[in-house]
């Protein structure tokens, strides 16, 4: 199967749709002149841009096939990804090395007209690998790579992304990626939910909490409580994961104040629900308390 999904990518006979594209270009153009550097350049640019965008299709199908579309399939997510992270597994090694790289082909990150590439040994999740960087946690949010949204938010729901970032040497990597994936502009709503979701379990997590506890991610946290202000389940995560880390936390409280969470919270307590709203009361009641020496 890993080299049918290869092949599929590589070879254009196999590639209908690719051919099609390419038999349009071209037919709309004369073949018969000269064609000089420029068009020429211009030529090999569009068919790599369609190779790379047929090789995001065959992923996408392949996840479709492996999303648990048929109930009672083999081929699923939660099953390769149990088979993955199960510590008492008898898969071999470059087994268990191919079906971290099928569902990293599954995810297909990659940057605009760029092909896709596969992480390194250690991590072997490419849109993980370097997140503890600023220029890869701006790559991730920005608008100019692409990937699937759906597939993402179930490997985070079933703890695999947080599974491979554990390998890597900086123990950040997991929360840097997150707060990267929720500054995207063009991620799903379930993909920026499941990740809401994720960083309020690790604020409710001693171990992992400390993570969350600095100047950097309390300011994007307060920040995107404004942005997401009409989403009531983004907002009631993002709020329960900055109660729980100023829960026990002076300096953090500190840090509250100072990003400006009145303002942010304040103009919402009206239109919130209840339970956000009591959320809201919470974080206010931490400033005025770091206000107040308390």
């Not at 790559?139 to 491979?164: C, H, I, M, T, W």
């Amino acid at each position: 199967a890993w080299e049918l999904l290869r092949e599929m990518t590589k070879n254009d006979d196999m590639n209908g749709l690719l051919v099609e594209q390419l038999h349009e270009y071209f037919f709309t153009h004369d073949t018969e002149k000269p064609i000089s550097s420029e068009d020429e350049a211009t030529r090999e640019a569009l068919i790599q841009k369609l190779r790379y965008e047929w090789s995001q299709r065959v992923a996408r199908y392949l996840a479709f096939c492996g999303d648990g579309t048929q109930p009672h399939h083999t081929l699923q997510l939660k099953h390769i990804t149990a088979a993955v992270m199960r510590p008492s597994s008898s898969l071999s090694a470059r087994d268990r090395e191919i079906l971290e790289r099928i569902l990293e082909f599954f995810v297909h990150y990659r940057l605009r007209d760029k092909s896709f590439k596969e992480g390194g040994e250690t991590c072997r999740f490419n849109i993980a690998e370097g997140i503890e960087t600023q220029a890869k946690q701006e790559e991730v949010s920005g608008p100019g790579n692409g990937f699937n949204d759906v597939v993402l938010a179930k490997l985070l729901k079933l703890q695999y992304v947080r599974f491979v970032t554990s390998r890597l040497p900086d123990k950040s990597a997991y929360p840097s990626l997150l707060i990267a994936l929720l500054a995207r502009r063009t991620s799903a709503r379930n993909l920026t939910l499941q990740v809401a979701r994720e960083l309020a379990a690790l604020a409710c997590s001693n171990e992992t909490s400390k993570l969350l506890q600095n100047t950097k991610c309390i300011t994007h946290l307060v920040h995107h409580l404004q942005y997401h202000a009409g989403n009531e389940m983004v907002l009631f995560y993002l709020s329960m994961t900055l109660d729980h880390l100023a829960r026990d936390s002076v300096s953090c409280r500190r840090q509250l104040s100072a990003s400006g969470l009145a303002r942010v919270v304040v103009p919402q307590l009206l239109r919130a629900n209840q339970r956000v709203r009591t959320v809201f009361l919470r974080l206010l009641e931490h400033c005025y308390g770091s206000s107040r020496g308390l």
